[in-house]
Antibody, heavy 120, light 106 residues
Framework: QVQLVESGGGVVQPGRSLRLSCEAS????????MHWVRQAPGKGLEWVAV????????YYGDSVQGRFTISRDNSKNMVYLQMNSLRAEDTAVYYC?????????????WGQGTLVTVSS | IQLTQSPSSLSASVGDRVTITCRAS??????IAWYQQKPGKAPKLLIY???ILQSGVPSSFNGSGSGTDFTLTISSLQPEDFATYFC?????????FGQGTKVEIK
């Protein structure tokens, strides 16, 4: 069955960096786009980034553009989110999600999330 | 593209018909997905392309609309349906979510 497992969350000081990982299993990874979506405590969902199935295209949310970088390694069934210049408002649970690549796009499977806390 | 969901919350009883709306700030054709989220859990896909029911989702869930106005309807609310519901536009990047609608027990 489809499984997405995020890791790499934790407590980090403002201005520092953190890299999240998402390990995929149970499906042909290199045929699916992958998203990161976050949720601040008690708040709604915020779309963060997407990388296409082959890594050829990447798009970002306005609040993370220029600070976060999404990438993938299809040989390892992994997707990453490199987060630089972290701010308190980046505190959230970060979910990775699978996108079948159809049009319209959607996220049909989600990981359990990893918590990132940005605090001094 | 901004998405505005209404209401932000509602109270309903088991068996009630519930309607949640999602309005886009510009036309997005049928590029809408709906998700259900329960406390402490990841979101779950209910509907994509505005009206296509995801496999395994009960037929009591129905999506409709195109352009700027979309609706998620639960025809007969069940105890397991009490949750928060989000719409998402995938028409253009950056993709965006509505602010959510919390469905509570009356």
């Amino acid at each position: 069955q489809v499984q997405l497992v995020e890791s790499g969350g934790g407590v980090v000081q403002p201005g520092r960096s953190l890299r999240l990982s998402c390990e995929a299993s149970g499906f042909i990874f290199n045929k699916f786009g992958m998203h990161w979506v976050r949720q601040a405590p008690g708040k709604g969902l915020e779309w963060v980034a997407v990388v296409w199935y082959d890594g050829s295209n990447k798009y970002y949310g306005d609040s993370v553009q220029g600070r976060f970088t999404i990438s993938r390694d299809n040989s390892k069934n992994m997707v990453y989110l490199q987060m630089n210049s972290l701010r308190a408002e980046d505190t959230a649970v970060y979910y990775c999600g699978r996108d079948p690549g159809w049009s319209p796009s959607f996220i049909d499977s989600w990981g359990q999330g990893t918590l990132v806390t940005v605090s001094s | 593209i901004q998405l505005t969901q209404s209401p932000s919350s509602l109270s309903a009883s088991v068996g009630d018909r519930v309607t949640i709306t999602c309005r886009a700030s510009q036309g997005i054709r049928s590029y809408i997905a709906w998700y259900q989220q329960k406390p402490g859990k990841a979101p779950k896909l209910l509907i994509y392309a505005a009206s296509i029911l995801q496999s395994g989702v009960p037929s009591s869930f129905n999506g409709s609309g195109s352009g700027t106005d979309f609706t998620l309807t639960i025809s007969s609310l069940q105890p397991e349906d009490f949750a928060t519901y989000f719409c998402q536009q995938t028409y253009s990047y950056p993709q965006t979510f509505g602010q959510g609608t919390k469905v509570e027990i009356k």
